[in-house]
């Protein structure tokens, strides 16, 4: 088949159909030559490495999906998807409220293309509610406001590595770590947190650092884990870390990033404020979690004005944002942001869950991680091969995420931001699930 056939049209027409000037001819007829060579050898005019990442998808989303084809077949009330951390508190009424002004506003103001880093109004409010919390003195220029946190931790990585570069993540970690860091181009490096609390390991930090360490990665509240890291912890990571730089191009230090979206959900401990113990730290945050807003794609990237590398940054994150196609985050929910940048998240309703979930599964004689933050509970399997546990789960349609996919063996995930009634009415599949065990 030639080119022209391919697309319907004849030799004579094509450069008619394409609009080419005289010039332009030789050209095309290069490109259909190179389509028809490829094409009569069966090459793939596709990425590969792209075509592999979506055809494996996420096995957090594909238990997802199966959950949906489930309750489809038997109803909603009896399958029990533990799945995905898709927040299940309401978003605050101020949240409707703000959205109801915005829409008298007129359409190209409401609809319009904000600056390519956010509405300054909206970048100014987020900083001045950091220096209200956390005693700094940000300004709006320090933050770039971003399609969720996804794309924070996209623009980032791609903001502070090079090819060939390694980026340090704690494992149990946020499956997505390893693609965005291997999209970038580097290395993910796996360096595992402390196996009796999970809180971060120094030790293990400090063996995995090379010199083509660029980055490592922290998030705490952690997910899948809830595990959050004190801030001894910190200190004695920023203080290793330091002791790495000083022997490293001072124009060159690895970069601490901060990945926050769970911050504000909190069972009583305290989350230190990163910047103010490492100063060559970026921040991500997301409004997913703390307002309910995973499916409106909103949050920032704080480069804090403390760190030294700051004036080069900002540029770089713009720079990766505008290269990745993440410029312009949703110009009504930048709105939102700004009426409801201190509204309070609800825990309440996560930590009755979590309560509910720890004392039936303790009783049954499973083993987990008393969560201190996020909505996840992190739980031993009750054999070795977390997937075949999980899917053993799924005769009483109990439907968790088995840990290898977050870096370690063994274990299961928990999503416990559902329904009190979905926790309460999975509790006796759970304690059948565990008698099969005994």
């Known amino acids: 088949m030639s080119v022209f056939t391919h697309l319907s049209l004849s030799p004579i027409n094509i450069f008619t159909h394409l609009s080419l000037s005289p010039i332009n001819i030789a050209a095309a007829l290069c490109s259909a030559k190179a389509y028809n060579s490829a094409y009569a050898k069966g090459e793939q005019m596709i990425n590969e490495t792209m075509y592999a990442r979506g055809a494996e998808s996420s096995i957090i989303r594909e238990i997802f999906s199966y959950g949906l084809e489930r309750k489809a077949q038997i109803g909603a009330e ?19 409220e703000s959205i109801k002004k915005a829409l008298e506003l007129p359409s190209d103001q409401l609809h319009g293309y904000t600056p390519a880093p956010g509405l300054p109004q909206c970048r100014t409010a987020v900083a001045e509610s950091l220096n209200r919390r956390f005693g700094t003195s940000y300004e709006g220029k ?27 993540v704690i494992a149990p970690y946020f499956p997505e770590y390893r693609v965005w860091i291997e999209k970038a181009g580097c290395t993910c490096v796996e360096a595992l947190a402390d196996e009796d609390t999970f809180q971060l390991s120094v030790d293990n930090v400090l063996k995995a650092i090379t010199d083509k360490t660029a980055a490592v990665i922290i998030d705490s509240p952690n997910n899948p884990t809830g595990a959050v890291y004190t801030c001894d912890t910190l200190t004695r990571l920023a203080s290793v870390l330091r002791e790495v730089n000083a022997k490293r191009d001072p124009e060159n230090p690895i970069m601490l990033i901060s990945d926050e979206p769970y911050r504000e959900i909190v069972y009583g401990a305290e989350v230190p404020w990163v910047p103010s113990i490492y100063e060559h730290t970026i921040v991500c945050y997301s409004y997913s979690k703390s307002l309910s807003l995973p499916g409106e794609r909103v949050g920032w990237i704080l480069v804090p004005n403390t760190n030294p590398q700051a004036a080069r940054l900002m540029p770089a994150v713009a720079g990766a944002a505008r290269t990745l196609g993440f410029v312009c985050a949703p110009a009504l929910f930048q709105r939102v942001i700004i009426d409801c940048i201190d509204e309070p998240s609800d825990v309440e309703a996560y930590a009755r869950n979590r309560t509910a979930l720890t004392d039936a599964l303790a009783e049954y004689g499973y083993t987990y991680v008393e969560p201190d933050g996020a909505f996840y509970l992190w739980v031993k399997a009750l054999e070795p091969d977390a997937n075949a546990f999980c899917e053993r789960a799924k005769k009483y349609e109990l439907l968790a995420v088995p840990s290898d996919s977050f870096g370690m063996p063994g274990w299961f995930r928990l999503g416990y931001c559902v329904s009190y009634e979905t926790i309460v009415n999975s509790l006796p599949a759970w304690k059948q699930l565990a008698d099969e065990y005994r």
């Open 142 to 168: 320090d933050v770039f406001m971003t399609v969720g946190a996804a794309a924070s931790l996209t623009c980032t990585l791609n903001a502070v590595t090079n090819p060939g570069d390694e980026v340090i």
């Open 78 to 96: 009896n399958v029990f998807d533990f799945s995905l951390g898709n927040p299940s508190v309401p978003a605050p009424a101020a949240v409707a």
